[in-house]
């Protein structure tokens, strides 16, 4: 599947040459990178300026993958869900990419700053999380259209 310079596809599948490949085997993990809020995610992401990332429910490492082939660093990769951690793990040696992935529970533990946090998660998750993170930027996505998020102290600069 393409979206912008990206590549999302399994293993046994081969990326266009003109693409940056991120190539995953989601486990038992969630996320193949093929649902639409994944989608959306990377359009915007693709379009950021270069800094550090924070990718929050992580699932099977799509973003986090997806921001270090961008060039992003440093990448930060967190969920609570262990099979989510170790996906993350695999995807990322696969791919080749250095990326820090942590289990963490992100509604009460201690979250990294970063310039761009990346949450394609649950809209509840999101609301609950947005007061916690140290970022510049936020993309969230994971929720329906009609839902729109209330995040004290964030502005909106847009929405697809």
């Known amino acids: 599947m393409r979206v912008g310079s990206l590549w ?17 085997d989601p486990g038992r993990a969630f996320g193949t990178g093929a649902h639409p809020t994944t989608r959306l995610c990377l359009e915007l992401l693709e379009a950021e300026r270069r800094t550090s990332v924070l990718d929050v429910g992580c ?8 921001a270090a082939k961008l060039g992003f660093a440093p ?18 040696a696969a ?11 992100a509604l009460e533990q201690e979250l990294p ?28 996505s994971g929720y329906v259209a009609i839902d729109e998020p209330e995040l004290a102290s964030w502005t909106s600069v847009g929405r697809r």
């Open 8 to 24: 999302l596809g399994p293993p046994w599948e081969q990326a266009p040459e003109d693409a940056v490949a991120v190539v995953v």
């Open 59 to 66: 699932g099977s490492g799509v973003l986090a993958i997806a």
């Open 75 to 92: 990448v930060v990769a967190v969920d609570s869900a262990p099979e989510a951690v170790d996906a993350t793990r695999r995807n990322a």
């Open 95 to 105: 791919n080749g990419v250095d990326i820090e992935v942590a289990r963490v529970n």
């Open 113 to 140: 700053a970063a310039g761009v946090a990346l949450a394609n998660i649950e809209l509840a998750a999101v609301q609950q999380l947005a007061h916690r993170l140290d970022a510049q930027r936020l993309i969230s």
